[in-house]
């Protein structure tokens, strides 16, 4: 024998309709609700606004658009010339005197 799983509205309890995410105090939560408690829901609520919160008492006064100022590259400069410094050379290492010039004695 097969069991039917009955989403119910959790308001009154009458079959739901739809499901509704909700996000409160930053934790996100869904509540199952019927026709007529979707209806009330879109009533009462107003839509999301993408982007960033306004500041709460702060009147945003209208302003005239200006243009983004434009970014300026610095010219190129030229490379300061490097003095070379002086090549090394090899120093020539302690003169071993020969064993056939040795001095006898």
């Not at 119910?8 to 509540?31: L, N």
């Not at 306004?54 to 005239?64: D, E, F, L, M, S």
């Amino acid at each position: 024998m097969a069991e039917a799983l009955v989403v119910v509205c959790d308001v009154c309890g009458e079959p739901a309709t739809d499901t509704v995410s909700i996000k409160v105090r930053g934790k996100s939560r869904q509540q199952d609700l019927c026709t007529d408690h979707v209806a009330v829901l879109l009533n009462t609520s107003r839509p999301a606004v993408r982007g960033r919160p306004t500041k709460k008492g702060v009147q945003k006064r209208p302003t005239a658009r200006r243009k983004k100022p434009v970014a300026r590259r610095k010219p190129a400069t030229r490379k300061k010339p490097v003095a070379r410094k002086p090549r090394r050379t090899r120093v020539p290492g302690p003169v071993m005197p020969d064993a056939d010039n040795t001095p006898q004695q």
